[in-house]
């Protein structure tokens, strides 16, 4: 199973937050003779080139390809392919997906790639289900996914971990509020501004968690962490989580 490049993730959360950055128009798999994060070298020949790829829709953050590849047999012989890396361009480009053969092979002959064989995934963290497929099918291109315009934050007694809500807060005048985010770098970012919640009129429960939804009710999580030292609001508490708490590291 593969993972996709910090580029890569820069890319699809800042997209995912609000910052719409580009988004590739093409995806090529070129093979490479050794890992691609450490020392490992794309194939060079003078029959080889990179292959267009298309990718199925994500499922369960998990991203594979769909249809066969056919790389031409080489010129000569340039050695033992054991990654597949995904580029956003057929020459040069950045590196934007990579995962290791199940199997190296030697490429002294012309080499096909199944459907299925080449699998890019997000493992669980810091991004919800619905958050980390929708980032590798804007990513990738299984689909087009709509990304939201604007995020909202949401408060939790416990972790929003996958699928569940993590006990959001409720009732007593709390609703989520509307939050925008840092550009992202290196995988990570955090809330811009301080994001001031309306004032309790009872007691709500302790705060040890925050999410990050595409809608201001019910919609999808996109991203979750921690809160520290916010306690349980009681009536006519002022809530405000402070600029750069909500911070959201995918490394």
Known sequence: MGSISDYAMDLALNSLLGHFDSRPSGWYLALFTG????????????NYERQPIDFDVAFQRVAVNKGVM???APAGLPGTATHFVVFDDLTNGNYTAGCPFEVSRAYDRALAVVAGEVKISISKGILGTWGANTLLDWLLGGANPAMPAT???SLHSSNPIDEGNGRELSGNNY???ATDFDVVRSGS???????KFPTPTGAWDKISHFGVWDASTTGNLIAYGT???????ALSDTVVIAAGAMAIAFN
């Open 35 to 46: 890992d691609p994060a450490t020392d490992g070298s794309e194939v060079v020949d003078a």
């Open 151 to 153: 995020v909202y934050a």
């Open 175 to 177: 609703v989520r509020m």
């Open 70 to 72: 056919n790389f031409p």
């Open 227 to 233: 809160l520290d030292g916010y306690g349980a609001p």
């Open 189 to 195: 970012t955090k809330n811009s501004a301080a994001v």
